[in-house]
Structures are given as structure tokens and as C-alpha cells.
């Protein structure tokens, strides 16, 4: 699968297990380590496992392996690495705090789903 097809992809299983203002951005004239951010918004621990582990069963369905994984399900924040495609899952605190959204202001949004 191609980078932007992979990030497709993760922002529509974000959105078909709620998580709310999800953003796709294409990082590729800003960013020298990956092509594409999904960046979303969970209300619970709970909804950031089941996100992550459903992105995770749904890209390997597709033959694409996690590469790396940051934060914790506890500590409100959780980085996927899949090489050209970085997905960030915040809670709303986290999410309000590291404004990530902000931070790749140079980015290209190309999904935002509120």
C-alpha cells in the first residue's frame, strides 16, 4: 500500500470508532521523517485501545507492519509509527496540550473530521 493510502485508511477506521477531530495531514514539504499525520481525539482509555488495536489488525489484514510504538494507553497519548505514516491517537487533555495541530500548522490537511 502507498503512504497516503495507508493514512486513508486509518483515518476511516478513527472515524468508524468515534474518535472525533481527526486530522490527516500530508507533512511531506515540512516534515524529513514521515509523509502523512492522522492525528484524532479519544474520550477513554478504552476507546484508545480499541482504536489502536483496530488500526493495528486492519493495516496488517493489508500486509503493513507497525514499525514503532510511543506513550501509553494511561498516560492520555499513543504514537503508531508505520514509517511514512505517523498516527497520533490524544486524548482531550493531551490533545489541547501538545496542539500538534498547531505545531504542523505547514502541513497540508487533506482530511478533518470533526
Aim: glycine residues 4%; proline residues 1%; aromatic residues 8%.
Amino acid at each position: 500500500m502507498e503512504a497516503e493510502q495507508i493514512a486513508r485508511k486509518v483515518v476511516e477506521v478513527a472515524s468508524d470508532k468515534q474518535a472525533s477531530d481527526i486530522v490527516l495531514l500530508d507533512v511531506r514539504e515540512t516534515c524529513s521523517f514521515a509523509d502523512y499525520f492522522v492525528v484524532c481525539t479519544v474520550e477513554t482509555q478504552r476507546q484508545m485501545s480499541a482504536l489502536a488495536d483496530d488500526i493495528e489488525k486492519a493495516l496488517n489484514e493489508d500486509g503493513v507492519k507497525e514499525i514503532h510504538r510511543e506513550g501509553k494507553i494511561d498516560s492520555g497519548w499513543l504514537l503508531m509509527d508505520y514509517g511514512d505514516v505517523i498516527i497520533n491517537i490524544f486524548d482531550t487533555a493531551e490533545r489541547d496540550y501538545y496542539k500538534l495541530d498547531r505545531l504542523w500548522s505547514e502541513a497540508v490537511p487533506l482530511v478533518r473530521i470533526q
